[in-house]
């Protein structure tokens, strides 16, 4: 699972994202790079956690495979230009990042060209890491599903919690923390 072809691999990505731009190349040069160091040999081997839900993050999803609903594509809302692979079969994890010096030089119509043709050591930045995964964490069926005691919905795969104030649960995180959307009417 190599990209050998960084151009092919980018006109995917640009033809799913819908336009061309510097997070695209950067996406792909990442993925290029996380792909090298963990060489899976199969996609089920591979989890990639993303660190923002910009355009990099639509560059990784395609130029690895991976995705959220196989569960192998992993989103933490870090707001980096980052992206970390893990071959679970090798049991290794790198992270790779944007160098923190070529940050002010990315943007414009040059870096979308500059991005695909600069080194690996002046562009990106990586790092070997360990990411603890829970087995609720790992593509496949759910291993548990429970409803919330407030509002009866069905929670997978662990995401429960128990109120540390009154013991009530499971609850969802909406019910236990309060939620991104309100009802109404």
């Known amino acids: 699972m190599f990209i050998t072809n960084v151009r092919e691999t980018l006109q995917r990505c640009v033809d799913y994202h819908g336009h061309f731009c510097a997070g695209q190349s950067l996406g792909v040069r990442i993925a290029k790079k996380g792909l090298e160091l963990v060489a899976p040999e199969d996609l089920k081997d591979l989890i990639v956690f993303i660190e923002n839900d910009r355009c990099i993050a639509d560059a990784v999803l395609i130029a690895t495979g991976t995705r959220l609903g196989r569960r192998n594509l992993k989103y933490v809302d870090y707001g980096r230009m980052a992206a970390t692979f893990i071959n679970l079969k090798k049991d290794i ?51 548990r599903t429970v409803p919330c005691a407030k509002c009866g919905e069905k929670i997978f795969d662990g995401k429960d919690a128990v109120d540390p104030a009154t013991g009530d649960g499971p609850l969802c995180r909406a019910c236990l923390g309060g939620s991104y959307y309100e009802e109404v009417g």
Do not use: I
Request: net charge negative; proline share 6%.
């Open 93 to 143: 994890a790198w992270r790779v990042s944007l160098n923190p010096s070529e940050k002010e030089n990315n943007s414009g119509e040059d870096a979308k060209e500059k991005v695909l043709t600069v080194s690996d050591e002046e562009l990106l930045v990586w790092q070997k890491v360990k990411v603890s995964l829970k087995k609720e964490d790992l593509p496949g069926k759910p291993l």
